[in-house]
């Protein structure tokens, strides 16, 4: 089973948990080497797909595949500390169950959910939706799906838009868009919204 990571510095992670955030945007790799990019049906017999044209390579058209797909189940990526096991659990080699390598703790999955096997997580998404486009085409709707929320303090101010970070410190803004614009900055580097990258835009399901 493949796994996803979230953003746990401005609690993207818990959103998805909470079933706040339903959509993620990912940036479409090496776009820079391609003349043109679309995302369409070029032939009956072929699926609807981000295609790229490479004009020094004979210039042909180039399938660029998501890295998932419709109907897949995923597992959301947590440390095993997030996960709630216990630091006195036994860490136990995946090829030989035989064979402890010490503690969880003493991993490093402890606290690096990147180190963590795929068959501790405990949460899982399936895909529902899976499309290509413009990262500044998102919409006020979709906004809100990734992970966006509503201010419903008077203190902050009603209509206020924005999210929190790990420190319980809320950014917030006058418009949904404003806020994502600020977060996929933080999140995948200053200048990315200016920039309007191509992306896939894959929408899920929380199954628990």
């Excluded at 609807?48 to 990526?77: N, Q, S, T």
């Excluded at 966006?148 to 917030?172: A, C, H, M, N, Q």
Aim: proline letters at 3%; glycine letters at 8%.
């Amino acid at each position: 089973m493949k796994k996803i990571m979230f953003n746990d510095r401005y609690g993207l992670t818990q959103a998805v948990i909470e079933g706040r955030k339903t959509m993620t945007r990912r940036i479409v790799r090496n776009q820079e080497e391609y003349y043109e990019l679309r995302w369409f049906q070029p032939y009956v017999t072929r699926e609807k797909a981000l295609y790229g044209y490479d004009d020094l390579r004979g210039g042909i058209w180039e399938v660029i595949w998501p890295a998932y797909v419709m109907h897949e189940v995923v597992a959301v990526a947590q440390s095993y500390k997030d996960l709630g096991y216990s630091d006195f659990a036994l860490d136990r080699d995946p090829k030989d169950v035989q064979h402890v390598r010490g503690t969880l703790k003493q991993s490093a999955g402890w606290n690096n959910k990147l180190f963590v096997r795929a068959e501790a997580y405990k949460h899982r998404i399936r895909i529902t939706d899976v499309r290509c486009e413009r990262l500044q085409d998102i919409s006020y709707a979709d906004c809100l799906k990734e992970g966006i929320r509503p201010s419903f303090s008077e203190s902050v101010g009603i209509g206020k838009y924005g999210y929190i970070d790990d420190r319980g410190t809320g950014l917030w803004f006058d418009t949904p868009r404003a806020a994502f614009a600020s977060l996929i900055d933080k999140v995948s580097g200053k200048g990315t919204w200016d920039g309007n990258p191509w992306v896939f835009v894959y929408e899920f399901e929380l199954l628990g």
